[in-house]
């Protein structure tokens, strides 16, 4: 009796470290990472047939968080956020372009909504020996399980659970998006001083406010599989926009209505991963533009477009 006890405590022990070693385990460390570790890195983008270098810093100091991301290339520009404070750094005023600010490429891992991946994706570990940036790295494939979503291919730091690379790969697997650390610390001395813009730099502050919520005066007849609305009420974004914004718990797609006076036929755009559609809707005597830009395939954007719909959802 104690050697079977013994025997399914083992068996036990050993499944439960399975169980956290599953493709989502890895990422929601991964998720984790980005709010609780300190690093500084340099990372490569590429998107398009462009490509730029980034550094990207973040740290705890005197208990307040500092994160700072800095183009490397072209005009340099900066992005340096302090708690809710952001700053826009320009190399001089003449480099100044009013809304020009950074992408930021890895905070859109920050909210991954678990428990709808596995709806859209078949997340599968498929090599543990992976090196990137001179660091050990575990990489996951999240392949999407119909037309409507990219495929995904993470690399995972073994010791801290950090973004090392990710790849947009499209349904015919060709690579749309890469993002790539060349470098990166864990363990950097970082000071205030390395979060404050140089006396000749020209400074955008801005406060991030969360938008109004509003009524939602929209709704979808149908949706991809996984996806679903991540505010049940719309965001008002000026006097005449409102925004939705649908989630799959990896790709999202932003939806924006807007009211204007001129009738436009639906068009696509892509830039890389990312597409944007738009097109008027006639609803009564008002015309509403409609825009939604997502990392999504044009399937998708052209199929939201047909099956938005005026009023409340019908349940």
Not at 91 to 101: I, N, S
Not at 277 to 304: C, K, N
């Amino acid at each position: 009796m104690i050697r079977g006890l013994i025997m399914s405590l083992l068996l036990c022990a050993s499944s439960s470290l399975l169980a956290a070693q599953t493709g989502v385990d890895w990422l929601t460390r991964m998720t984790d990472s980005f709010d609780t570790l300190s690093y500084d890195g340099v990372f490569v983008h590429q998107e398009a047939g462009m490509m730029n270098s980034m550094r990207v810093r973040r740290g705890l100091i005197g208990g307040v968080e500092y994160e700072s991301l800095e183009d490397l290339d072209g005009q340099r520009i900066a992005v340096i956020r302090i708690d809710d404070s952001v700053i826009c750094v320009f190399p001089d005023v003449g480099d100044y372009v009013a809304g020009v600010t950074l992408a930021e490429p890895l905070r859109r891992f920050q909210e991954l909504d678990k428990d709808r991946l596995t709806q859209a994706y078949d997340i599968k570990i498929v090599d543990k020996s992976q090196r990137i940036a001179s660091r050990k790295a575990v990489k996951l494939k999240l392949i999407p399980k119909d037309e409507y979503r990219y495929g995904h291919e993470f690399w995972i730091d073994k010791s801290t659970g950090f973004l090392l690379k990710h790849d947009v790969l499209s349904l015919d697997h060709q690579l749309l998006e890469r993002i790539q650390f060349t470098s990166v610390s864990f363990a950097p001395d970082l000071k205030e001083a390395d979060f404050t813009p140089s006396d000749d730099s020209y400074t955008q502050h801005f406060v991030e406010v969360e938008p109004k919520v509003v009524k939602r005066n929209w709704h979808f007849d149908w949706l991809p599989q996984g996806f679903a609305l991540v505010w049940q009420e719309a965001r008002r974004m000026n006097d005449s926009t409102n925004m939705m914004l649908l989630s799959d718990g990896m790709s999202t797609v932003s939806v924006f209505v807007e009211q204007t006076d001129k009738k436009r036929p639906q068009t696509i755009m892509n830039l890389g991963a990312t597409i944007a559609g738009e097109m008027s809707i006639q609803v009564d005597e008002q015309m509403y533009l409609l825009t939604m830009v997502g990392e999504v395939p044009a399937v998708t954007i052209q199929r939201l477009m047909a099956v938005i719909m005026p009023g409340p959802d019908n349940d």
